[in-house]
C-alpha cells in the first residue's frame, strides 16, 4: 500500500453519473504498482455545474480530470488550448490544470484506439476499414485510422445526416461515407470491421450483421466491453476471423492520461487487464 502524503498529486474523473467508472481502477492500479504518492478520484458533476466545478478543482490544486460521459462536449468549450485530437474530435477527455491557470483539453482516444489495434497486431494501412456509428467515439476512432494511413474509412450509421457530418468535420478525401444496410451484407474487401454503436451492450438490442461475405483477413473490432465478447465478436471468432474486444482501448486511452497527472508512462499489461476483468466479472 503506498503512503499518501500532503505532497501528493491528485487528479480523477468527472462523469454524471461517475460510479461506474473503471478510471479509478485503472489509475488506482498504476499509482500502486509505480508506489506514486499520488490520489485519483472519482469527481460526480452535474452537468449545469461543469465549469464551475472544473474551475474549482483546478484552484484547489488538482491536476488534472478525465471526462466522461456527460461532459466531453463541455470540457472541449471550456479548455483554453486543445489539442490537434481534441479539435478534430471537437471533444475532450483530458483536462490538464496549468499552474498558471490555463486549461488544456486533450483527446487520448484516438490514440489509444490506435495503440489497442497496434497491441493486436493489426496495421490500419493494410486496407479498408468501415466503421459503424457516427457518435464520439466514431469519430476518435475514424481520425485515428486517418493518422495511422488507412487507405479509406467508410463509415455507416443508422441517421445518415450524422455520418455527413463527421465526414465533413473530419474532411479527409479518404472518408466514404456508406448505407446503414450495408451491415446485412458486409463487403470481402474490409481490412478492418470496427463497431463504435452501443448496439451488442449489456442491456442494448443487438448489432444486426451479415458477416458471411468477409473476406478471412478481415479483423473484426468492438469497442463496447460489457460484455467483453459481444455477439458480434462471437459471431466473428465462430467464422475463424481475428477479433480485438473492447477493454484494451480504454486501458490504452489512459496510458498519456497517467503519464500527463502523474510523471510517468504506464504499460498496458496482462496483469493490468485481468485486473480490470475481475471488476467486469468476467
Ligand atoms: P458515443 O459518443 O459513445 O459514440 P453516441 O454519440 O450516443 O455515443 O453514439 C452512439 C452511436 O450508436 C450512434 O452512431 C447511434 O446512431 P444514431 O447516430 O443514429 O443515433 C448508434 N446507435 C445507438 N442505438 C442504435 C440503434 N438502436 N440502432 C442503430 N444505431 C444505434
Redesign the pocket.
Known sequence: MTTVTGAARVAGVTGWPVAHSLSPRLHGYWLAHHGIDGIYAPFPVAEDDFAQAMRGLARAGVRGVNVT?PH?RRAFELAHDLDAAARAIG?VNTLLFHDDGRIEGRNTDADGFIANLADHGVDPAAGPALV????????AAVHGLLAAGAPQVRIA???RA??LALATDLGDRRIRVVD?AVRLGLPGDLALLVN????GMAG??A?DVDLARLSPATVVHDIVYVPLQTPLLAAAGARGLRTVDGLGMLLHQAVPAFAAFFGLRPAVTTDLRNNLLEVLGT
Open positions: 460521459v466531453k471533444a459503424l456509428g457516427a457518435g464520439g467515439a466514431a469519430r450509421n443508422r441517421t450524422r455520418a446503414d463504435t454503436t452501443s448496439l442494448k438490442g448489432l
